[in-house]
């Protein structure tokens, strides 16, 4: 744990009850919510094995939790189904076949919509085209795919025939790309030629290109035609999306799957060395997503769903491909920037296509409020009935605008708190069942044992700080890190006992709500996107000028965070603007555009305890330009801190 003070310093009283029209018809008011939550309390395997008799089973389980093997858990044990099965065949064959599944439309204009029977049919010839390229039960697939029906379709491909899937996010550099492929030895590499974002193509395949320089596992490469813009396909290794499924039959039985059989990697930053690739399997995952988007999005049949984040993220793999779909749900995505052609796109995309529940990160809504309510003004959004926020706490203001401006005040908003780690959302409002708070993801979800403690794992007094942790297993937690058991256990599991530790802070008010307050490890939101300040650091230290690099977050009133690095030189190097420039362009190369660095500032040394740590808090507090309020008596060389504060003004 770091040394950021978890104190808060928000007060907010204001309360929203749902109207009483939006009550009337929830799925889960708050009686049925209290019922829910006291039954998971009491009989928490009896309530779980309720719950999964929503999924469609092709051989029960035998044993509803299997906990012997602290922290790795196993649920629906002796349980066989396939998710793909889930999502697809058991709507086709309730007769639904002919309604959306995915509402799709492109940057530059152009749209497609796949009924639930093409999308399952699209999947078979995709699965037996795989099969065909030799991919089989367990092989990891990486997927490097803009936001197309293609990226859903790769996804549920692998899942039909037991093929492990690692997306990696299309703003990922060539060399993240690499590392993921070996960290996983991904088998066969999906891509497209490129993908549409403000105007122009994402070269794709190029970046593939490159990382299959330094991917030795990787065989072949599959590569859809987005953009049709010219690439090399290099022989015996790449083929055609189109040519692949041309002759490939639309029969594809889904094959039963163990309830534990692995479903994907994804991989996430942590506070130490490179990306950990987050395990999650079928049964467990399939019932979180599901569950929780039925719950906290209050789904119904004619619901017209969209959720902005990237396939990409582990927002992207819940709420746009598995708990949707699982729910038989008319799922709008759409490709590129919010801001292409114009800052109104996302306004014009919900008239059009009558949107009634709009899922979105804060980032996006802090740019929307700088881009003006003219744009939102300008369109017809009175299909929207439910509004929802996830990646990053929500400031009350941004709430209250979104509320308002997004909302017309009569959407209610749920703030949903969860992480990659957790597979499905843990923290929210039921929107039919509890006063939202701006600023509070409010309860945990029925079944989900959410607590703020201190440091020896007591509950905190009512508004102390504490630290997140989760009491009790969930079917859809993390099974492992990829490869890795140890690093998955003295991550999340050495804090406490037994115990989930999330390195969120967060206090617990009054009346129970919790208020999320961020990160209390070396991890950055940026945009709303998990970046470690050590990746940043590595790829800083990888150049050859760089004798040493501390990265830290400063507030950024669009991207929650902005990036800072301090960096000393080696010796004879000269500290030159273009030399910054240089930086930062290098470290777009090693890990992506996304984690391009705000500020370099060059120091002649770091500020260090006597045992060499990097004293972050102080660089923190000079990133932010704020005075110190912490105790320096630890600090090396006093005279450092004096030196880049002088260098700061
Ligand atoms: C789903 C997702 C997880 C981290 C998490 C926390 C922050 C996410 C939040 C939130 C406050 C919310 N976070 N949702 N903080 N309120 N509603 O974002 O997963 O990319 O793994 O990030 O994001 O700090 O620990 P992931």
Known sequence: MSDKNITSVLKETRQFPPSAEFVARTTVNATERDRLAEWAERDPDGFWAEQAKSLHWTKPW???????????????????????????DRHVAAGRGNKAALVWEGEPGDSRTLTYQQLLSEVCKFANALKALGVEKGDR??????????????????????????????????????????????KLVITADGGWRRGKVVPLKANVDAALEKSPTVEKCVVFNRCNTAVEMKAGRDVWWHDLVAGASA???????????????????????????VLHTTGGYLLGVSLTHKWVFDIKDDDVYWCTADVGWITGHSYIVYGPLCNGSTVVMYEGAPNQPREDRFWEIIAKYRVTIFYTAPTAIRAFIKWGDQHPKGHDLS????????????????????????????????????????????????????????????????????????KQGHPVPANAGGFLVVKRPWPSMMRTIYG??????????SHYPNIYFTADGARRDEDGYIWVMGRV??????????????????????????????????????????????????????????LKAELKAHVVKDIGA????????????????????????????????????????????LNVLAKLRADDE
């Open 62 to 88: 035998d044993t509803v939790l299997d906990w012997s093997n602290v922290p790795h858990a196993k649920w629906f044990v002796g349980g066989q189904l396939n998710a793909s099965d889930n999502c697809l």
């Open 141 to 186: 697939i990486t997927i490097y795919m803009p936001m197309i029906p293609e990226a859903a379709v790769a996804m549920l491909a692998c899942a039909r025939i037991g093929a492990m899937h690692s997306v990696v996010f299309g703003g990922f550099s060539a060399d993240a790309v690499a590392d993921r492929n070996n960290d996983a030895k991904s």
């Open 251 to 277: 029969d594809c039985p889904a094959e039963p799957m163990d309830s534990e059989h692995p479903l994907f990697i994804l991989y996430t930053s942590g506070s130490t060395g490179k990306p950990k690739g």
């Open 383 to 454: 299909s929207l009935r439910l509004l929802g926020s996830v990646g990053e706490p929500i400031n009350p203001e941004a709430w209250m605008w979104y509320h308002n401006v997004i909302g017309g005040g009569r959407c209610p908003i749920v703030d949903t708190w969860w992480q990659t780690e957790t597979g499905a959302i843990m923290i929210s409002p039921l929107p039919g069942a509890i006063p939202t708070k701006p600023g509070s993801a409010t309860k945990p979800l029925p079944g989900i044992a959410a607590e703020v403690v201190d």
């Open 484 to 493: 890795d058991d140890e690093r998955y256990k003295s991550t999340y599991w």
């Open 521 to 578: 490890d070396d991890v950055l939101n940026v945009s709303g996107h998990r970046l470690s300040t050590m990746e940043v650091e590595s790829a800083l230290v990888h150049h050859p000028k760089v004798a040493e690099a501390a990265v830290v977050g400063k507030p950024d009133d669009l991207k929650g965070e902005g990036i800072v690095c301090f960096v000393t030189l080696k010796q004879g190097v000269a500290p030159t603007d273009e």
């Open 594 to 637: 996304l984690a391009r660095p705000d500020d370099v500032r060059f120091t002649d040394s770091l500020p260090k305890t006597r045992s060499g740590k990097i004293m972050r808090r102080f660089l923190r507090d000079i990133a932010a330009g704020r005075q110190s309020t912490g105790d320096a008596t630890t600090l090396e060389d």
